[in-house]
């Protein structure tokens, strides 16, 4: 992808240091007038609980989008089935509500045939892992041009209340009154093995590492995917409170950045190291001799392998040492960009298509009168 | 034309026509003028009939006669060899003048094997000619598929014409120049048949020596020796005793318009009425498809036409496929979902997704024998109450099926129509006789083709009370009741919609009952609305007692059907339907106009069911779902007796 062109908005060189400059956002149209985050706020009563971790997240996006600059016509959002897929009523741009699971299907249909256009999906844990499962990872694989927000509460809200594919083995739930059985989904795990070229966690009461998070998934060439997790208070609050409580936070959340070794806890006196017998990683206690062993985070590695292994850090019972941050950010050919290579190579190899010469082939005769 | 055998045998002088090559009528052999023939090549799925077939229809066509084919292969791509199930054959009827169906049975039969004679002696009459390969018949290949004795010594075939031709032997001998061993030679059999059925019916040949010539550019020697076995088919036609006469079946010149004329299988036009829709509409395609038997080649066939602007996406399944083509049509997009039953099954919660945004969407269902997996090489028209009602909730979509292969062109034109002014998903129901068989095309001028451009949303459509200007995505023409199409890149149009009940004109989500009552009878007087051309009745003397009603691909058999009684001197009316939803506005009243009704489908009477609770008329069905055409013959019997009452 060629350096040149920055196409977000001022206020970011910082930030280009450290992402590579992209090219797609450019071929979205720009806004003619500044744009405040009231500008992407719909006249559509917002009807989530309250207290529902979605506010904070919708918030964060409507305040977001103003610093793309976008032409507001030119932001499609499309969502799925679930509490979390309402999330396109309340932005004041083109939205899609769609049917439970496909979000990622009908968007790769608008990013492949629009490329003016920036397309969000909005997600969560069952729409896009159980009942879309097959939809999601191929998009990944394709590395479409979407924007996948993945609203993680661990539960199912909308149908009140039944385990998901991300709750923890033994769940009880109106389903499972026993405990559930099934193994869950790590939601960067299952993006990575399956190709994603951008993959990102965040936490919804995190607004300014939310912010950042879709900073760079926004300028991201290709499909990237943001797992964010979503506190649902009603029927499974506090999923999350060992990454939000300040004193447990230290402890469990680790900050990744990219360039930057792999640090956390109080005055960052913990570190990951690669164990050189597994080859695997674990978390140590930072000494003067192992400093220089501790793992520096290079999100844009070719290989996804490292990025793996830092999804399987977190413990999913406790969540203690569970990273956050962008996983991966790297470069990868988009679907939707060769796709519009092939139409353009066709027409330079055989002319801009002919239908009368179609209809009419190599084989024909003719019938006088 | 009521019996193929007696025309068969006429004779007529000998003046030749075709091609370069031309058989030597001065060389003692006689020439026998016939007006239609039928032939059916039968062999291994191994061993190309059906590109035997193909060729031989293309010589065909480009001659100029009216023809009409079957191809018929088992699921497997190479299903056992030399086993009944895995025979493959395809039967081509030709004429000098208009015929309508690829012929009940055959007049000549070309068997490579003793599979092939088992498994379609059955539908030839006695008087036919079979050609068989006896190379093939070993007591092994004899005794697999149940000849305790060689039926080729031991009677069975007496009162057929048979010829013994040791195909493989003579092939192998033709190419012995080649440096081929016995089997890679003998695998150009199919085109020594070939020559030599090209020799017995005057075919031109040129056309299938170029175009093996050019299926085989990067092999030339595999060209040649294809094309010197195809020769030597011919040349043991012109010279060997057994073959003492030829045929020949003059153009059809007076059966068609003035034009200029293709032969083309319906797939294959659907494909071109696809491409050509979307350059009268002036909208990219976008096809979102999951392969599936039989409707694999228009995702093929579109997917080489991208300098046509033409985007196609095969997709994870048949889900993504239509979601992806649903994305595309919110954006602005002609998009089109291609399958067969099975996939409009997984579609159905897309396509009722795609009724309740109001969007164009055209669904392609190239039908094929069900339940489930069904039979999925064969025809059947068993998909159209799934069409019709196969969704949640009240979900109606229109519906159109084409009558034979060149009229998938038409119908699919007339499908994106029918999307693109009424912002809706329509079904296209075409079938596997359809998609694979051929016939001759006029081809339209480009001009000719209607204009299919839509007017997009470009500003408010609604003033409010106080005086604001607004947009409305649910605020209706009055005329179609379509909604507007505001498609994202639109300034000051932002709108979102979604499955949900939506509110009359505003679009916001909605749960209140009277809302819901309204938007579900206005969705379905939308459907009802649909402006369809009435029903045309072929009732030539205005006395006939009886009409046969059909749609979709049994319009060949039942109009010939017709035609044989009315040969015979019956009175019998005919009406074939291209909309299955809505229907003609006119068929209650045709349906009134006759005492008796009778219904052929390929189903167990499924347009019977709905015809008879929309108008309470006693139609009689008839059906037939053995993964055949139905023939001529046998629905002229069944008319005859509903006459006869
Ligand atoms: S059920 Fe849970 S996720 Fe859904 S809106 Fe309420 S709090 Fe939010």
């Known amino acids: 992808m060629a350096d040149t062109t920055t196409t977000h908005s001022s206020g970011q060189t910082r930030r280009e240091a450290q992402t590579p400059a992209r090219t797609l956002l450019s071929l979205v149209p720009k806004a003619e007038a500044k744009q405040s985050m009231k500008d992407f706020k719909s006249d559509q009563e917002v009807r989530w609980c309250p207290g529902c971790g979605d506010y904070a997240i919708l918030a964060a996006v409507q305040g977001f989008m103003p610093e793309l600059g976008l032409a507001r016509e030119n932001i499609v959002f499309v969502s799925g089935i679930g509490c979390s897929s309402r999330f396109p009523y309340y932005m004041n741009t083109y939205g899609m509500h769609s049917i439970h ?3 990622p299907a009908i968007a790769t249909g608008l990013a492949s045939s629009r490329r003016d256009l920036s397309v969000w999906v909005v997600t969560g844990d069952g729409d896009a892992l159980s009942i879309g499962g097959n939809h999601l990872i191929h998009a990944l694989r394709r590395n479409v041009n979407l924007k996948i927000l993945l609203f993680n509460n661990r539960i199912y809200g909308l149908t009140k209340g039944q385990y998901s594919p991300t709750s923890e083995v033994g769940k009880v739930t109106k389903s499972t009154p026993m405990g559930s059985l099934d193994a869950p989904f790590n939601p960067v795990s299952l993006a990575l093995g399956a190709e994603a070229s951008f993959v990102a966690r965040t936490v ?51 900050r990744l950045e990219h360039g930057q070794p792999i640090t956390f806890g109080v005055d960052q006196a913990k570190g990951v190291v690669r164990d050189p017998a ?5 978390v140590v206690d930072v000494t003067d001799a192992n400093r220089a062993q501790i793992l520096v985070h290079d999100a844009r590695s070719a290989s996804p392998t490292t990025a793996f292994a830092l999804s399987r850090l977190a413990d999913p019972d406790t969540l203690h040492h569970t990273p956050i941050g962008v996983f991966r950010s790297a470069e990868r050919p988009v679907y939707d960009t060769q796709m519009a290579d092939q139409l353009d190579t066709a027409t330079e190899q055989n002319g801009k298509g002919d239908l009368g010469a179609l209809l009419t082939g190599n084989d024909t005769w003719t019938v006088v009168g | 034309m009521t019996s193929q055998v007696s025309s068969h045998a006429e004779q007529a002088d000998s003046a030749v026509v075709g091609g370069q090559r031309k058989p030597s009528g001065d060389g003692g052999k006689e020439v026998r003028r016939l007006d239609r023939v039928i032939i059916r090549f039968a062999g291994d799925s191994g061993d190309g009939m059906q590109l035997t077939g193909d060729r031989f229809t293309s010589e065909t066509a480009s001659f100029g006669n009216d023809l009409s084919t079957l191809p018929n292969f088992p699921a497997e791509i190479r299903a056992p060899a030399g086993t009944l199930p895995g025979v493959s054959s395809f039967q081509l009827h030709f004429a000098d003048h208009d015929i309508l169906t690829p012929g009940d049975a055959p007049n000549v039969l070309v068997a490579m094997n003793p599979a092939a004679l088992k498994a379609n002696i059955a539908d030839v009459p006695r008087g036919a000619e079979i050609i068989v390969n ?47 061993s016995r089997k890679d030679a003998g695998r150009s059999k199919n085109m020594f048949a070939l020559g030599l059925l090209s020799w017995m019916y005057h075919r031109p040949t040129e056309g299938t020596e170029s175009f093996l010539k050019s299926k085989f550019a990067k092999k030339p020697d595999i060209a040649a020796a294809n094309i010197t076995a195809f020769r030597a088919g011919w040349n043991f036609g012109e010279t060997t005793e057994d073959f003492a006469v030829s045929y020949e079946v003059a153009p059809a010149a007076q059966a068609f318009p003035t034009g200029t004329y293709r032969n083309i299988s319906g797939n294959l036009a659907l494909s071109y009425g696809l491409v050509a829709a979307s350059r009268q509409a002036d909208l990219p395609l976008y096809l979102g498809s999951y392969p599936i038997t039989p409707a694999s080649d228009i995702l093929h066939e579109l997917s080489k036409h991208k300098n046509f602007g033409v985007r196609t996406f095969q997709a994870e399944d048949e889900i993504a496929g239509i979601g992806a083509a ?51 090489t064969k025809t059947e028209q068993a998909d159209l109450l799934q069409a019709m009602y196969g969704r949640n909730g009240e979900a109606p979509v229109p519906i159109v099926a084409p009558r034979t292969p060149a009229d998938c062109f038409d119908a699919a034109l007339e499908a994106a129509r029918i999307a693109l002014t009424y912002r809706t998903p329509v079904f296209l129901l075409s079938d596997g006789y359809l ?22 949303a470009h500003g408010p459509n609604h003033t409010l009370d106080d005086g604001t200007e607004v947009f409305w995505p649910y605020k209706r023409d009055p005329r179609t009741l379509a909604r507007p199409w505001a498609v994202p890149g639109t300034p000051g149009l932002e709108h979102r919609i979604g499955g949900i009940e939506k509110q009359d004109g505003t679009g916001n989500i909605s749960y209140d009952p009277a809302n819901h009552d309204l938007m579900v009878r206005t969705r379905q007087a939308k459907v009802d609305g649909i402006d369809v051309p009435d029903l045309e ?46 229907l003609p506005g006119n068929l209650g009243e045709v349906l009134k106009r006759y005492p008796h009704v009778v219904v052929p489908e390929m189903n167990l009477g499924q347009l019977a069911t709905l015809i008879r609770a929309k108008y309470l008329v006693d139609a009689r069905s008839y059906t037939q779902v053995n993964g055949m055409p139905f023939k001529a013959e046998q629905l002229a019997t069944v008319l005859k007796e509903a006459l006869d009452g």
Not at chain 1, 218 to 225: F, S, W
Not at chain 2, 337 to 345: D, E, K, L
């Open chain 1, 204 to 254: 919804d009461s995190d607004r300014k590492h939310l912010t950042d998070v879709l900073r760079q998934a926004a300028a991201h060439d290709g499909t990237a995917l943001v797992e964010i997790y979503q506190n649902c208070n009603i029927f499974n609050d506090g999923a999350f409170e060992a990454l939000k409580d300040k004193q447990q936070a230290e402890e469990a959340v680790i």
């Open chain 2, 326 to 376: 649903l994305g595309a049509a919110f954006g602005g997009s002609l998009a089109v979902t291609t399958t067969s039953g099975p996939g409009v099954a997984l579609k159905s919660e897309t396509i009722g997704l795609a009724v309740s945004l109001e969007l164009p969407l055209l669904v392609v269902d190239i039908q094929r024998g069900g339940p489930s997996t069904g039979l999925p």
């Open chain 1, 278 to 282: 597994t080859g695997d990683l674990r």
């Open chain 2, 134 to 180: 006896t190379d093939e018949f070993t007591k092994r290949a004899m005794q697999k598929v149940g000849y305790a004795s060689s039926p080729l010594e031991d009677g069975s075939l007496d009162g057929f014409h048979v010829h013994p031709v040791p195909l493989t032997t003579l092939t192998v001998e033709a190419l012995k120049e080649f440096e081929l």
């Open chain 2, 435 to 456: 998609a694979n068989g051929s016939e001759p095309w006029r081809i339209p001028e480009v001009d000719e083709l209607p204009d299919l451009r839509p007017q997009f």
């Open chain 2, 537 to 582: 009745v072929d009732d030539e003397s205005g006395a006939a007692e009886l009409l046969v009603l059909g749609w979709g691909s049994t319009y060949g058999p039942i109009t010939a059907a017709v035609r044989r009684l009315r040969n015979a001197g019956q009175q019998v009316a005919q009406a074939h339907l291209r909309h299955l939803n809505p």
């Open chain 1, 101 to 103: 699971g496909r979000a």
